[in-house]
């Protein structure tokens, strides 16, 4: 006790060499700078008091606390903790020399043992200090690694934050909070208490706690002492937790509040020092950054995922063309990025000016696909497509717009409504919806926006698919109608003109007007036939083809157009080999050779004409082909028309009288349809006079 008080009686002499030594050391902060060497010289006198009244009674809290709060208050002023022992070795060094000077008869051994006693203390309570700022520090560094989804380890490493913000401020209550602009509360991302803590997301409004709202508004860290000030009752933060000693140090950005870090404690001795609240605004400043990082790495993951998302929704509803599967995809891939309780997908009938639910999901869904034909402009739904704009609604029980489903419970949720507009007019609305407290963000009606933009799309695109598949039905039933009936009269017509030529005493030019009429009729049926064969290119051929004799095909071809061509002598020659000549194709094959017999031969002038048919293996790069001529001596076709014989091209109608470039058109598309060629060259190269080829060739196959 006596060396404790020769060191208290040259207080002033420890303080004025322990400063002009500190002065010397490196890695203090810039501010140190600016102040004068009475304020240090003060400062460096409490952190002495501290450690002499601790020396004096090791169970003195109060000595504790206060010993402490100076450790604290030298920290704020230094980079690091590790400063502060180096501070401390110095000061170890002038009290061991003013000890021996001041009481030469204490042995040096003994002096130097009760300095190390003294000085160690505090060093052990720096050091344990150090470890406590290292653990809140690093818990910041786990939140910043903490990967998108992982909310457990991020609220794991906020809660563990908090905790040591206790231990190191030695305090009994630690808390962050968000903050939500829109219901103006403040929302609990975090706490640690030794008594009554708050739970993660409970929610304070500002009126029920005006020292935030002030915090707010005055842009800077206020703090209350209500110790001793018997009219004030403690400062209460929400329901029965209230303390002595609170701090509320406001997160900002851009003067926009978007946070509160929160201290309150009761067994303090004193209030908060000016240096331990510069400790904790600095910590709020570091965790500003955190989540600033943290943020944008979370943004910056959710629009990669959008955008994953988005190329793949797209991929899956370019190939689906019913809108019911549409409304299904795109709610549940947006589901997958904006999460929700509720979801609804609304379209609009404007000639009737009503709207009608087409999908719906969450417990109430039945009762949403039940509200039907409801009028346009009705809710809010009716009032996003009215104005072609996405929103974010609060409280959809106080929002004026609002329209109640009936069957549906009073609830406050927070919706994202966004119009999904086509090129003339809004084809629907999506609705999401959150229960309170969860709202949405800007991100998620970004992303809410670029998924409607893409069911737009594909809404419109299976509209004019259904458009185009009804027109085309209707056309071939037209076609099925049309030809069924002109077959029902050719048929029995041409029966008639068969029995007429069977007779023995029918006038020659009877018998002449007979032969051409029945050339017509013939004509007529073999046209309907040729429609027919087209209508059938029109659909879906088979998924896998089978292998199929090409001989066979052109015999059973040439047998056929025999048969029915009796207005007409028709010759053919047949030069084909002797193998097998197989390829892939279905049951279209023969139709290629009788659609081509019968154009070249009816659309022949001469009462008869002559078909040399040749065949021949040809390899063309990597693949061999079976190349089949047909030659027609008797037909020219200038060079000007080989292209357009087998394209219905009105040019070849010249050339091609009674319509029968339907049929060599019918041929291409076949040979087309098993990835073959057709094209139109002469016998004599360079001269079309002396008669046309037509060139044919199909994938040879074993």
Known sequence: MAMIETLRLNIGVIVEEWAAASAKLTYAKGAEFDI????RADRLRAFLEAIFMRAEDQNDKEALMRLKSSIRSEHSRSLNLSTLVKRQALLRDILYNV????????????AKLAVDSIVDRSIEGTVMMLEEYADLQSTLTRWLLAGPGEEAAVEQSLTRFCRNAMDYFDIEFAALFGCDPETKELVCQACSAKSVTLTKDTRIPFKSLPAAKDAFEQEKTLVFDDVGNKSQKKRRIVGQVSFAHTVFVPMLRNSTPVGMMLFG??????VFTPDEVSIAEDLVRQIMRVKENSDAFQKLSLRSRAQKALVETAAVLQQEIESEEIYRIVATRLAELVPCQEFAFYVYDWERRTGNPVYAAGPYAAE?????DFPADVGIAGYVAKTRRAEIIQNTETDPRGELIPGTPKTNTRMLAVPVIGKKEVIGVIELQRYSPESFSQEDLEIASMFANHASVALENAKLFKEVTQVRDQVELSIDLLTHDIANYTTPINAYFSELRKRKDLDSAVANAVNKTSRQVESIMRLVEMVRTMAKLREAGPSIFERLNLRKAI???VAEVRSKVLSKDIEFEMFLPGEEMIVLADNLLKDIFTNLFYSAAMSDRQES???????EIKRDKKTEYWWIKVAQPSKAIPDNLKGEVLKMAKASKSELTGGFGIGLAAARGIVNRYSGGMWVSDIVPGDYTKGCVFNIMLPKTR
Do not use: W, Y
């Open 609 to 615: 004409t002559k078909l040399t048919i040749t065949g």
């Open 555 to 557: 015999d059973e071809s």
């Open 368 to 372: 949403m696909m039940a509200d039907r």
């Open 265 to 270: 404690d009761n067994t303090r001795p004193s």
């Open 99 to 110: 000890v021996v000077k001041e009481i030469p008869h204490m042995p040096k051994a003994t």
């Open 36 to 39: 004068s060497m009475q304020d």
